[in-house]
């Protein structure tokens, strides 16, 4: 682990870096223990221009925060947490495989509360196998009660080469659209009526506490990924460093290069990649991206009540929320 530390802070030195913000996750840094955890904020501190930050966010598991870290972070910059709870009850989070009990889960988000932090929020993830509406609308209101600035709630995703995906393809999960649509639509309901933002399909923010780093993504900014596996897009080019972390801690100590999957990104596909990711934003996608061959399909769309546009921007409805990938295909033609 000191080895990885110092990698990271190795690779921080060759960029000459002046960000806006900074987010620490992809993984449960708060795993790190106390001496690395500071060792490895301390040192970002010593080898960025932090004149500019905004917001500087880390991810935490429940089993992972202790008073002694929450200080320490709270000392070393970080200004937001984002702490994965997925669920306030016992048997929703066995089947996510999820090793804290919602006793401390709670515990923990009143240790980053006593840290004095001045923006937390909860992660949240909902159609889970054997997750029922009600029990969903608990985890709702147990979070607002808890007041958190700022909730994401995911609906579970079943991704390749996971134990979800091969008992859904075994038929021992099934998915459905209109239970997704369901749970989907109690969240903006009981979280918009508490006085949150639905600002992103899943994110929701109470007034100043959005999350200034992921709306960049949303909206196309460069970003710069430290780490194994990490991403990068900046100035027309988008990189990927090696995912061994034993390479990548080898190779960057040795001061060679880690970059790996270098593309150029043509006007095109920034383009297209902006259908799939400002449709997703309260904002909506720029009227002026659809040409004149899609416009078709945005009027058949907008009559079958799945998005609205004036003069500026695209908007999904309430209905084509929870449908926002396979409208943006549908757009993109």
Not at 120 to 131: E, N, V, Y
Not at 179 to 190: E, V
């Amino acid at each position: 682990m000191t080895a990885f530390v110092d990698a990271l802070l190795k690779e921080v030195e060759k960029q000459p870096l002046k960000p806006k913000t900074i987010f620490f996750g992809g993984g449960t840094p708060t795993m790190l223990s106390d001496t690395h955890l500071e060792r490895l904020l301390r040192g970002l501190r010593e080898r960025l221009d932090l004149s500019d930050l905004v917001e500087f966010t880390m991810e935490a598991n429940p089993r992972t925060v202790t008073p002694s870290k929450a200080a320490i972070m709270r000392e070393l910059a970080v200004t937001r947490v984002s702490l994965g709870i997925q669920a306030w009850d016992a048997n929703t989070l066995k089947t996510l495989g999820r090793d804290h009990s919602p006793d401390e889960a709670e515990q923990t988000w009143q240790v980053l509360r006593e840290a004095n932090f001045p923006s937390l929020s909860l992660d949240l993830m909902f159609s889970i196998p054997g997750q029922e509406l009600e029990t969903w609308r608990q985890t709702l209101e147990h979070s607002l009660f808890l007041k958190p600035d700022h909730i994401s709630a995911y609906n579970l995703n079943y991704e390749e080469d996971t134990d979800f995906f091969r008992r859904l393809r075994k038929g021992e999960f099934q998915t459905d659209e209109s239970r997704d649509a369901d749970f989907f639509h109690l969240a903006i309901d009981l979280l918009e009526a508490a006085g949150f933002e639905h600002y992103e399909i899943s994110n929701y923010a109470k007034a100043g506490h959005r999350s200034v780093h992921n709306e960049a993504y949303w909206l196309g900014a460069d970003y710069l990924g430290i780490g194994p596996g990490a991403f990068s897009t900046m100035a027309g080019r988008r990189w990927k460093n090696l995912p061994d972390t034993d390479r990548y801690i080898a190779l960057t100590l040795a001061g060679e290069s880690t970059v790996t999957d270098m593309e150029e990104l043509t006007a095109e596909d920034r383009r297209t990649e902006r259908f799939g990711l400002e449709l997703r934003t309260g904002l909506g996608l720029p009227l002026d991206l659809i040409t004149s061959d899609q416009r078709r399909m945005l009027d058949t769309l907008r009559d079958q009540g799945l998005l609205e546009y004036d003069e500026a921007f695209v908007r999904l409805t309430r209905t084509g929320k929870p449908l926002v990938d396979p409208i943006a295909v549908a757009l993109m033609g």
